[in-house]
């Protein structure tokens, strides 16, 4: 997924801040766990596999934040996308 990021986006190395094998199945465990990237990074990777090995996600120009009330509408940078197991 990684090399089909833009150079923009390559500059940082990625990072998993959140695992829900992990951290728990709990949303508002994923947003105490990017917390404190919320003001410092720009974009945002979501992976998801589920229970039948499919595997989807999400790519969004901000990182969830809990504390916004308002709804957030991405812009023309998100989408979300299916992979193949290989």
């Known amino acids: ?3 089909f990021m ?3 986006v390559r500059i940082r ?3 998993i801040v959140f ?3 992990t951290n728990g199945y709990n949303l508002q465990n994923l947003y105490n766990s990017v917390y404190e990237f919320v003001d410092t990074y720009h974009y945002c990777i979501i992976l998801v596999k589920n229970a039948g090995g499919d595997v989807f ?3 969004l120009d901000v990182i969830p934040d809990s504390r916004k009330k308002d709804q957030y509408v991405g812009t023309s940078d998100c989408f979300v ?3 193949k197991p290989t």
Do not use: K
Request: charged share 10%; net charge neutral.
């Open 1 to 3: 997924m990684w090399m």
């Open 6 to 8: 833009t150079s923009s």
């Open 13 to 15: 190395f990625p990072e």
């Open 19 to 21: 695992r829900a094998s």
């Open 57 to 59: 996600g999400a790519f």
């Open 81 to 83: 996308f299916s992979l």
